[in-house]
């Protein structure tokens, strides 16, 4: 037993208690992850982590980093006809970052908890770098400057993890108590279509507006105007802003 239990210990590496940790948030939420639980989950001795982390926090930044090991981000575009870096470079750079946002989306829905991990959190791993590398080499090459394409990146991050942890809760009791998303919809567009109309004209006038359309589409909506107000910011930038 001694000699299995040292064996396990000398294997256990940073990744593999990212990883666990990452499985407990998915399974028991942030208040389930102990340093503990973890150790249990890799096969060691609770004190054998404390040679890679030093608390609970450390393994919450390695679960962020885990969380993008599987993340299938579209490769960068690093070149550019009129010069890497060039004001008013490649225009494929929305249909580009319109692509990893989506994905992005998709995969933090498909995570249990992972947004609420994430949301707030700067935890620099080497996945978490790898992304942002990518991004970033695709904002600089389209044409945005360093400031510019430091700021988009985390304007794009923050705003799709903000998205996914609305859409992640409930939208009412009533889904709370079991109704579909579906059914919670169509009751909150009743209410707000019987409220008083010499009150609320506007609201009862655009009830369908309000509260018809899915998530996809407010998704989609919010995503080109994001795209469509960083658009300016290329044609502002000059060669010495953007080496």
Known sequence: MGTRHKTAHAGVTREDLA?????????????GLSMRKVAAEVGVQAASLYWHVRDKEELLDLACDALWADFDAPPPHTTDPAGPHSPGGTDDWR???AVLARRLRAHLLSRSNAARVLV??????PRWLDRMESLIATLRTAGFDGRDAA???????????GFVLHESVPMSAAEQRGASPAEATALARRELEELPVERYP????LAGDIAG????????????RLLDGLEPLRA??????AE
Do not use: H, I, S
């Open 19 to 31: 990883d666990a940790a990452l499985r407990l948030l998915e399974r028991d939420g942030t208040k």
């Open 95 to 97: 249909p580009q970052v």
């Open 236 to 241: 502002t930038a000059t060669p010495k802003q």
């Open 213 to 224: 359309p899915d998530m996809d589409t407010r998704f989609e909506f919010g995503l080109a």
């Open 120 to 125: 707030g959190r700067f935890a620099p791993g």
């Open 151 to 161: 700021d988009a990146t985390y304007l794009l991050g923050t705003w799709v993890q």
């Open 202 to 205: 506007n609201v009862v006038a």
